[in-house]
């Protein structure tokens, strides 16, 4: 198991720009691959980027593709997700989560979650 903890969202007037962290613990982060998810108001959570546990290879949902980066630094067992030109739809709570399978991930049902983080973009 590894225990996940994101930071980083606040309020951001759209074209604005944010990074979230999410810090791991329990388990070294190089062994385990990892995602961001989002979940709208009132909507359901989803897919928004992976990063397998290397970091040499990376999958985004296309509505944030060429706006979003992930990243990971494994020595600092901590995972990033830049986020520009954000839009007023990009609102929601922000979810870290990792797993031992990078297939996990991308089909959205990962074992670890963090707590989340809300994101608000202002128009």
């Known amino acids: 198991q590894v225990q996940l903890v994101e930071s980083g969202g606040g309020l951001v007037q759209a074209g604005g720009s944010l990074r979230l962290s999410c810090a791991a613990s329990?388990?070294?982060?190089?062994?385990?691959?990892m995602g961001w998810f989002r979940q709208p108001p009132g909507k359901e959570r989803e897919f928004v980027a992976a990063?397998?546990?290397?970091?040499?290879?990376?999958y985004y949902a296309e509505s944030v593709k060429g706006r979003f980066t992930i990243s990971r630094d494994n020595a600092k067992n901590t995972a990033y997700l830049q986020m520009n030109s954000l839009k007023p739809e990009d609102t929601a709570v922000y979810y870290c989560?990792?797993?031992?399978?990078?297939?996990?991930?991308?089909?959205?049902?990962?074992?670890?979650w963090g707590q989340g983080t809300q994101v608000t973009v202002s128009s």
């Open positions: 990063i397998t546990w290397t970091g040499g290879r990376t």
């Open positions: 989560a990792a797993d031992v399978s990078y297939a996990t991930i991308r089909s959205g049902i990962p074992t670890n």
């Open positions: 329990g388990r070294t982060l190089s062994s385990v691959h």
